[in-house]
């Protein structure tokens, strides 16, 4: 079985990180934007005219440009990895599998909606933001929370497993984000390790046929 320590490289936790809150970059964006721009007043000079800038909407540009390297490092990082998973993937039999995608709702509710309601008109409110932000991604690289990522969502299921590696009774957990929007218990999957108890899936399929089967194939 390939070895699981070393983890996930910094730029992929900054990716993770980054796309989980790409939906909060876009809604604070619009936000500042559709407020800043009225308001803001063109005729400044000088150092009044870059701290009116910079107050308005550098926490636009520096959300844009987060989002932007985020998405971008996401999908190198998924691409790289399904290529190592075809080659590299070891097949397991799951002995549970609990779906927790929907967490990725519960994310988006607890983590994302009420930093959406702040203002960002100010130089407090935008590095208390900043701050805040900073915070979180500490607490956020080193959680459970890493693979609880909305826009991973759309395209992946995430799952709670416990298995044993083909021919071996040593169960073992952890979290797993898989293409297929079903796995069971008693399935057959190919898994890849990302890191402490983390997996990448490649493809599934049952383990035992079912007597129906059983039938028709001695038929």
């Keep these: 079985m390939p070895n699981e320590k070393p983890g996930l490289q910094k730029a992929v936790l900054f990716s993770l990180f980054a796309t989980s809150y790409t939906p909060l970059f876009v809604l604070v964006i619009a936000k500042q934007l559709s407020q800043n721009i009225p308001e803001f007043d063109a005729s400044l000079q000088g150092w009044r005219y870059l701290a009116t800038l910079t107050t308005h909407f550098g926490l636009s540009v520096v959300f844009g440009l987060v989002a ?3 998405c971008g490092g996401l999908w190198i990082f998924l691409r790289n990895i399904r290529e190592r998973a075809e080659t590299n ?3 397991v039999k799951l002995k549970s599998a609990s779906n927790r995608s929907g967490e990725a709702i519960s994310y988006i509710g607890t983590y994302i909606l009420p930093l959406v309601l702040e203002q960002y008109k100010d130089w407090y409110e935008t590095l208390a933001m900043l701050f805040l932000l900073l915070v979180m991604y500490r607490i956020y690289v080193n959680s459970s929370l890493l693979l609880i990522n909305p826009l991973l969502s759309i395209w992946y299921s995430l799952y709670d497993i416990t298995f044993a590696e083909k021919g071996t009774s040593n169960n073992k957990s952890g ?11 008693g399935d057959e999957i190919r898994i890849y390790p990302l890191g402490n108890k983390l997996y990448f899936g490649v493809d599934h399929g049952q383990t035992t046929s079912s007597p129906r089967t059983d039938r028709r194939h001695s038929e």
């Excluded at 979290?175 to 218990?185: P, V």
Aim: charged share 25%.
């Design 68 to 70: 932007v390297l985020g």
């Design 89 to 91: 993937a070891f097949k």
């Design 175 to 185: 979290m797993l984000i898989i293409r297929s929007q079903q796995i069971d218990d």
